[in-house]
């Protein structure tokens, strides 16, 4: 099954304040060049409901809730992180196998706790919504399906709040009528590509000549473009690496631009991520910063060492150089700071071995 987070920053932004869930809720990442200058991160269904959507720009977004009650906040990544391990943590706990693809989504196998019948799959993906939602009160669409390109494209069909199963004897009819742009891998220049060979629908993908498909797009391609039309995938459920990078984050008791006031913060910042990965005996060799200053705009600075350290001192002093740079080239005064490791190694027996385990960096 792939469990989807409903509208995830907008949802976790009603979590902490529920007198704004019966209003147009917009999550905004600010540019900081202008007041409105920017993008719409997400909404809620409130929101989309006057035609707001991810991706559009804040001042259009603004036009479109004119003379509403609509409610426009800024991007909380670490709110939103923090929320999302926890319900991370729940679904993997309800499954053979997991592996999350993104903040708020996840691929669960169920095969065996299911001994593959879809009635106790949507029996468990029931379960999986009502511990969701009761233990940490967001709700989530869930689609249940014999492979992980048919659930996606089943949980993509009912939201918010959606539970769609496919058995496998059903798969070809439900893939058949929908516009191929549902497939992953069919962009909108595909898209317009499939169009002009009167390509459509998914079904039109399926029964389009093989050998025509692979004069115009390539025998890969068109291998997968084919298969996937008729839902045919057989991509494991994998669990991903561990955590790219660990940050804090923290608001300062008061803007500033004063380096001893800021690095008094960053260092129990600093001290509590060392805590953290002290434990797990990992090492890193990145090291950064990010500013949020007064008008919302995000920045970082990063700094990567010759050679793996676990070093408290080492860390603090890094990002007091970060901060010292950055208020040096910048006049931004901070209202919130945060401090990040990255690029991990696991020591062992204090050897330091440097097969680093983790190449992507999420930033
Ligand atoms: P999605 O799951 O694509 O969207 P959503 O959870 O907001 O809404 P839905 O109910 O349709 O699942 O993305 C998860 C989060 O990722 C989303 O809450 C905000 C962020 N995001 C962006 O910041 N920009 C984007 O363009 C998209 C698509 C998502
Ligand atoms: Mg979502």
Redesign the pocket.
């Known amino acids: 099954m792939l469990v989807?987070?409903?509208?995830?920053?907008?949802q976790c932004e009603e979590l902490r304040n529920p007198s704004i869930r019966d209003k147009p809720v917009v999550v905004c990442v600010y540019s900081g060049r202008t007041e409105d200058s920017g993008a719409v991160?997400?909404a809620n269904y409130v929101a989309r409901a006057y035609g707001v959507k991810?991706?559009i720009p804040i001042f259009l977004a603004k036009k479109k809730l004119e003379n509403t009650n609509a409610v426009f906040l800024p991007v909380d990544y670490e709110f939103y992180e923090e929320i999302s391990g926890k319900v991370m943590n729940i679904l993997k706990s309800l499954a053979d196998h997991f592996e999350q693809v993104?903040?708020?989504?996840a691929y669960l196998d169920v095969t065996q706790k299911t001994g593959g019948s879809f009635e106790e799959g949507r029996k468990l993906a029931e379960r999986v919504r009502s511990e969701v939602l009761r233990q940490e009160r967001l709700t989530c669409s869930i689609g249940v399906a014999p492979n992980k390109l048919v659930a996606k494209i089943s949980a993509d069909t009912k939201?918010?709040d959606g539970l769609t199963v496919v058995t496998p004897d059903q798969v070809t009819v439900f893939l058949g009528p929908l516009p191929v742009s549902r497939l992953i891998g069919v962009g909108a220049k595909t898209r317009e590509r499939m169009q002009v060979l009167g390509i459509n629908t998914i079904f039109d993908l399926s029964s389009y000549d093989m050998q025509k498909l692979i004069a115009f797009f390539g025998k890969t391609l068109a291998t997968y473009f084919h298969n996937a039309s008729l839902g045919i995938d057989d991509e494991p459920v994998e669990e991903r690496g561990e955590a790219t990078s660990i940050s804090r984050i923290a608001t300062l008791k008061h803007d500033s631009r004063e380096l001893s006031f800021i690095v008094e913060r960053t260092d129990q910042l600093c001290g509590e991520i060392h805590a953290t990965i002290a434990k797990d005996g990992l090492a890193f060799k990145t090291v950064g910063i990010i500013v949020i200053a007064t008008d919302m705009s995000i920045h970082t600075r990063s700094k990567t060492f010759e050679n793996p350290t676990d070093n408290l001192e080492a860390f603090k002093e890094a990002v007091k150089e970060l901060l010292e740079r950055f208020l040096d080239q910048t006049d931004f005064e901070a209202r919130r700071v945060g401090v990040k490791v990255a690029s991990f190694v696991r020591q062992e027996k204090n050897q330091t071995q440097l097969t680093s385990f983790i190449n992507e960096n999420k930033d």
């Open positions: 989807d987070l409903d509208y995830f920053f907008a991160s997400t991810s991706g993104g903040i708020d989504e939201k918010p």
